[in-house]
């Protein structure tokens, strides 16, 4: 039961990205109607010098974004771990105090 749950819910999530991917290719000028395999839609893009500036720009923010994320998610636990050489296994080894909101069993 809860594993056809969880592929509905996959399903639901998934399908309109992926059919928003199909129908990148299509050759038709109406959305959502399939007119056969074409590439002329990505050559337009590709023209575009605007386009093509405002991705890039959208890359160079999620990359900073990413890694900022990183930095940060790697830093806030550096901070919290004791200073005694504890390994990285330590939160979960009951010799830490955290283990009692970090290893709950679900």
């Known amino acids: ?3 056809t749950g969880l592929a509905l819910g996959l399903a639901f999530l998934w399908a309109p990205i992926l059919l928003l991917v199909g129908y990148a290719f299509s050759a038709d000028r109406i959305p959502f109607q399939w007119g056969g395999f074409s590439l002329r ?3 337009a893009l590709a023209g575009n010098a605007r386009m093509l500036e ?3 720009l ?3 923010i999620a990359a900073g974004a990413a890694s900022l994320a990183v ?3 790697g830093a806030w636990p550096a901070g919290r771990w004791p200073a005694s ?3 990285v296994a330590a939160p979960c080894s009951g010799r830490w105090p ?3 909101w970090c290893c709950r069993r679900w």
């Open 1 to 3: 039961m809860r594993r």
């Open 58 to 60: 959208s890359l160079r």
């Open 98 to 100: 955290a283990r009692r």
């Open 85 to 87: 050489g504890a390994s």
């Open 54 to 56: 405002a991705a890039w």
């Open 41 to 43: 839609w990505f050559a």
């Open 71 to 73: 930095l940060l998610g």
